[in-house]
C-alpha cells in the first residue's frame, strides 16, 4: 500500500530560525514528489516538484531534497518568517496507468513561527 | 491563465438535510478533478476523481456522490448529511502528471 509519512507533526520556531521538515514514501513505482504549503483555511499551494534524477530543487528560501534510494525527502525552511506559519504537505505521484492521476499525500506537518 | 471557484467557502447544515457543492475550473480543456476532504487534523482524503465528463470514481464508500455534467464543472453532493460529513471539502485539477494539483479555497461543512 502506497503511504507517505511525516515528521514531525508539528513545530514551533522563533522568526529569523531554520527548520526541516520529513518525508518518508513507500510510493512505488515512484514518479515525483511534491511540497506543498497549505495557509489555515485555504487549499494547498504547490512550493516544488522533485523527480527521480533530481536530487536538490529550491524555491526562494524553501530547497527540497530528495533521494530515491532510501525514499526520503526533506524541506529546508531558511530565515524562518512570520508568514511561513502553515501545514506543510509531501504529496508523492506513482506511476500510473489508463490516464488517471492519484497522489498520496502526507499528514503534513503544522509549522508555527513565533516573533 | 487557469482558475479554479469552490463555493460557497463555509456551510452550516442539520443532519439530514441534502448537500451540494460545486467546484468551476476555468482556462483550460480535460483537467483531471478531484473532491477531497480535510478533517481537523488529518491529511486530504481523496473522495472522488474524475478524468472526463461523466466519467467519475469514487475512493472511499460513503454517503455521498459526485457528478461532473459539464468538462469544467465537478459537483460533490449528498441527499442525506450525516455527522461524520463535517470537515473541509476541497476540490482540485491538474491536466498532467508532471504538473501540480491546483486546489480551490475548499468549503468548510459544519453539520449540526
Known amino acids: 500500500k502506497n503511504q507517505v509519512e511525516q515528521s514531525p507533526q508539528s513545530l514551533i520556531i522563533l522568526e529569523g530560525k531554520n527548520c526541516t521538515l520529513q518525508c518518508n514514501y513507500t510510493v512505488s513505482p515512484f514518479s515525483n514528489l511534491r511540497w506543498y504549503k497549505q495557509d489555515t483555511g485555504r487549499g494547498p499551494v504547490s512550493l516544488t516538484i522533485?523527480?527521480?534524477?533530481?536530487n536538490t530543487k529550491s524555491n526562494g528560501r524553501y530547497t527540497a531534497t530528495l533521494d530515491a534510494d532510501t525514499k526520503q525527502s526533506s524541506l529546508h525552511i531558511t530565515a524562518s518568517q512570520l508568514s511561513d506559519s502553515a501545514s506543510y504537505i509531501c504529496?508523492?505521484?506513482?506511476?500510473?496507468?489508463?490516464?488517471?492521476?492519484?497522489?498520496?499525500f502526507g499528514r503534513g506537518t503544522s509549522l508555527i513561527v513565533h516573533p | 491563465s487557469q482558475t479554479i471557484h469552490q463555493w460557497p467557502a463555509t456551510l452550516v447544515q442539520p443532519v439530514g438535510s441534502p448537500l451540494s457543492l460545486e467546484c468551476t475550473v476555468e482556462g483550460t480543456s480535460n483537467p483531471n478533478l478531484y473532491w477531497y476532504r480535510q478533517a481537523a487534523g488529518r491529511g486530504l482524503q481523496l473522495l472522488f476523481y474524475s478524468v472526463g465528463i461523466g466519467q467519475i470514481s469514487s475512493e472511499v464508500p460513503q454517503n455521498l456522490s459526485a457528478s461532473r455534467p459539464q468538462d469544467r464543472q465537478f459537483i460533490l453532493s449528498s441527499k442525506k448529511l450525516l455527522l461524520s460529513d463535517s470537515g473541509f471539502y476541497l476540490c482540485a485539477w491538474t491536466d498532467s502528471s508532471n504538473q501540480p494539483q491546483h486546489f480551490g479555497d475548499g468549503t468548510r461543512l459544519s453539520i449540526l
Open positions: 504529496v508523492v505521484r506513482g506511476v500510473e496507468s489508463g490516464g488517471s492521476y492519484i497522489p498520496t
Open positions: 522533485m523527480t527521480f534524477s533530481e
